[in-house]
């Protein structure tokens, strides 16, 4: 006779119990919030320390690239590997043919030795 656990059958309901217990306690905790919000007043206004809120275009950081630092900084890694990345699929597949087949050779050549 083949019984399946009793744990099996049970999980289910557990999972359920847990969820509601968790989403009780997420409510209670949510309700203990202050309710003081109030839509179209300086709460909805930036805080920079005191100071005034400078015009949108004054706070837009302009760049044309975000990561220009890390790719600066790693200039002498990524200029050899664009060149080498041209977008075609059967280049990759070369690549892969033939990392496959190296190591498929130091594994052997591993345990020949």
């Given at each position: 006779m083949n019984a399946a656990p009793?744990?099996?059958?049970?999980?289910?309901?557990v999972a359920i119990i847990a969820f509601v217990i968790i989403l009780a306690?997420?409510?209670?905790?949510?309700?203990?919030?202050?309710?003081?919000?109030?839509?179209?007043t300086d709460q909805?206004?930036?805080?920079l320390s005191g100071e005034e809120?400078?015009?949108?275009a004054l706070r837009h950081v302009r760049s044309h690239n975000?990561?220009?630092?890390?790719?600066e900084a790693m200039k002498r890694y990524y200029d050899p590997t664009v060149r080498a990345h041209t977008g075609i699929v059967n280049?990759?597949?070369?690549?892969?043919l033939g990392l496959t087949a190296?190591?498929?050779i130091a594994i052997l050549a591993a345990n020949l030795l």
């Open positions: 009793v744990l099996a059958y049970w999980a289910p309901i306690i997420t409510i209670l905790y949510r309700s203990r919030g202050q309710g003081r919000y109030q839509e179209g909805e206004q930036i805080f809120e400078p015009a949108e975000m990561y220009w630092g890390f790719f280049d990759y597949l070369i690549w892969l190296f190591a498929g």
